[in-house]
Nanobody
Framework: EVQLVESGGGLVQPGGSLKLSCAASGFTFRMYVMRWVRQAPGKGLEWVSVISSDGSDTSYADSVKGRFTISRDNAKNTVYLQMNSLNAEDTAVYYC???????WGQGTQVTVSS
């Protein structure tokens, strides 16, 4: 079965950093574009970042550009999101998404608070 499992979320103080991971299985991971999407409390889904299948091309929402970095390791079937300079507006559930497969992970909670 196709599965995406996010991990790495937690509680962090403003200005801190976290690195999220999304472990994929059940499909040929290296052939697929991957995305990160988040949902803040009481808000809709917000696209965060996307990475090409080979990792050579990336794109970011304006709200996270310069602070977040998406990457992938196809040998490990894993996509990452390095998050730096976190602020309260980054508090959300973060989801891993494989658009071509219409497959979502279960999400991981990121809470930025002092």
């Amino acid at each position: 079965e196709v599965q995406l499992v996010e991990s790495g979320g937690g509680l962090v103080q403003p200005g801190g950093s976290l690195k999220l991971s999304c472990a994929a299985s059940g499909f040929t991971f290296r052939m697929y574009v991957m995305r990160w999407v988040r949902q803040a409390p009481g808000k809709g889904l917000e696209w965060v970042s996307v990475i090409s299948s080979d990792g050579s091309d990336t794109s970011y929402a304006d709200s996270v550009k310069g602070r977040f970095t998406i990457s992938r390791d196809n040998a490990k079937n894993t996509v990452y999101l390095q998050m730096n300079s976190l602020n309260a507006e980054d508090t959300a559930v973060y989801y891993c998404h494989a658009p071509f497969l219409s497959k979502w992970g279960q999400g991981t909670q990121v809470t930025v608070s002092s």
